[in-house]
């Protein structure tokens, strides 16, 4: 998505955002948009929002393991991988966290090699 059309997008979602009560989708979409755009401590903000309104919501707390996993945040991104496996509510989500958990770990351990 070419940078113009990402922050027009960012733009729409953050305005959308501002209901109440604050909706998780939203919330997870735009941390995912500004992870796109590396800017990572407003995209962690996103991602705590929507948890905070939704602390069951499978897709925030993936994502959010994600952005965790990329900024090398092992411990807390396994945390919330763990907590999205129990949030899931099928065999899809259970094998997509069970995924990136392994992926957690393997970064773990290159790291520490």
Known sequence: ??????????????????????????????????????????????????????????????????LLLSLEQFAEAAVQVRAAAAAARNRAERAMAKRLLRQIRRAANNVRS
Do not use: N, W
């Not at 960012?10 to 604050?22: D, F, G, K, Q, Y």
């Not at 997870?28 to 939704?54: M, P, R, S, Y």
């Open 1 to 66: 998505m070419p940078a113009e059309q990402l922050d027009a997008y960012i733009r729409t979602l953050e305005a959308a955002c501002v209901s109440e009560p604050p909706s998780p989708d939203l919330l997870t979409c735009l941390g995912v948009a500004h992870a796109a755009k590396a800017e990572h401590a407003t995209a962690q903000l996103a991602f705590q929002k929507a948890i905070a309104a939704d602390p069951e919501h499978f897709f925030a707390r993936l994502r959010y393991a994600e």
